[in-house]
């Protein structure tokens, strides 16, 4: 009896902490979504929210990561009101989180970014074949280079603001007890 208490109370602790990321990735993935583009160039954004795809996949479980990364987009994209852009960023998404898994054992956190890195060049080539199969041509991988140029600079700066946070974040012991 004690034991299914103790259980139910970690899983209860374990969604919370899992509505409290997704929450914050929504957040930034919203406050984003209004700032004017970095650059003029459609298709090329921070990705700011992925930050926290970072922060799970280096301090938590990569299964956290994926439902967290899973409900930001379908929540983001209901929230936006951009039903074709859930393709788009589903696609990107789920390139971009296969290839930071594996990518992340291989490196260190102290090469986080460069794990963003390729992260980010995948989420671009996912859209990229999105792009392909939507318009049914071929003609939009001459975009591509454009995009993979963007993706190495935000995987780049969301790598380093990731691997900031959890070097500030460790010095507070805020990751003290990741089995949750």
Known sequence: MQ???MTK???????????????IALAVFAIEAQLPPIVPVPGIKLG????TT???????AKRDAFVVLVLRIVLGSIFSG?????????????????AMSVASLALKNENLWFTSIIGGIFHNLGQILIAMFVLKSENVLFYLPVLIAG????????????????LKASRIKLFKNKNF
């Open 3 to 5: 034991k299914n208490l």
């Open 9 to 23: 109370r970690i899983n209860t602790k374990h969604m919370v902490l899992l509505g409290i990321y997704t929450a």
């Open 48 to 51: 700011l929210a992925n930050i």
């Open 54 to 60: 970072l922060l799970l996949i280096s301090e938590y």
């Open 82 to 98: 951009q039903a074709m852009s859930f393709f788009y960023s589903l696609a990107g998404g789920l390139l971009c989180f296969a």
């Open 151 to 166: 993706g190495i600079a935000a995987g780049l700066f969301t790598g380093l603001s990731a691997q900031f946070l959890i």
